[in-house]
Antibody, heavy 115, light 110 residues
Framework: QLQLQESGPGLVKPSETLSLTCTVSGGSISSSSYYWGWIRQPPGKGLEWIGSIYYSGSTYYNPSLKSRVTISVDTSKNQFSLKLSSVTAADTAVYYC???????WGQGTLVTVSS | NFMLTQPHSVSESPGKTVTISCTGSSGSIASNYVQWYQQRPGSAPTTVIYEDNQRPSGVPDRFSGSIDSSSNSASLTISGLKTEDEADYYCQSYDSSTVVFGGGTKLTVL
């Protein structure tokens, strides 16, 4: 059974870059059986897809965030990462990593954008 | 842009059956798989249905998913409602290679 765990700073200053890592256990991140993604949830609001990455390395991003987002994979560490640049208070949210198609999710990590 | 529309809230009594709908704005919802997630307050979402109607291990068979092409909708049905089923439920599908979430439905069991 897959397990996913997010890690990274809980506080980021406006205009800086938010960086998070998702560590995967119980399966290989380079397996063709899975693909991976990041989702966020602002306080009191719904789920917003940020982007996904496939075993081939192909990436797909939410058009509304595409200019600021980079998702990458580190197969040696069985991790994938999110970078979101030029953050503002509107980027304050709980950030989740997840797997498809089976639908495993991490527990989420709250990132607050504030000076 | 493809959108998924869910009712904002539904309520039902314990022991009853409730169905939550998820309507696609365009195209055919049957063309891509639909997932359903349950999110209890203060917790991360968990998957209750994947690939339209598949239940992950550990999810009771009181949860079922279906697709109705005639209404371009997916549905999550929960039978034998329990108070522990009270949560937000989100549907999710795809538009080309992008992931789309519905706005979520708050289920109250009273």
């Amino acid at each position: 059974q897959l397990q996913l765990q997010e890690s990274g700073p809980g506080l980021v200053k406006p205009s800086e870059t938010l960086s998070l890592t998702c560590t995967v256990s119980g399966g290989s991140i380079s397996s063709s059986s899975y693909y991976w993604g990041w989702i966020r949830q602002p306080p009191g609001k719904g789920l917003e897809w940020i982007g996904s990455i496939y075993y081939s390395g192909s990436t797909y991003y939410n058009p509304s965030l595409k200019s600021r987002v980079t998702i990458s994979v580190d197969t040696s560490k069985n991790q994938f990462s999110l970078k979101l640049s030029s953050v503002t208070a509107a980027d304050t949210a709980v950030y989740y990593c997840a797997e498809w198609p089976s639908g495993y999710w991490g527990q989420g990590t709250l990132v607050t954008v504030s000076s | 842009n493809f959108m998924l529309t869910q009712p904002h809230s539904v309520s039902e009594s314990p022991g009853k059956t409730v169905t939550i709908s998820c309507t696609g704005s365009s195209g055919s919802i049957a063309s891509n798989y639909v997932q359903w997630y349950q999110q209890r307050p203060g917790s991360a979402p968990t998957t209750v249905i994947y690939e339209d109607n598949q239940r992950p291990s550990g999810v009771p068979d009181r949860f079922s998913g279906s697709i109705d092409s005639s209404s371009n909708s997916a549905s999550l049905t929960i039978s034998g409602l329990k108070t522990e089923d009270e949560a937000d439920y989100y549907c999710q599908s795809y538009d080309s290679s992008t992931v789309v979430f519905g706005g979520g439905t708050k289920l109250t069991v009273l």
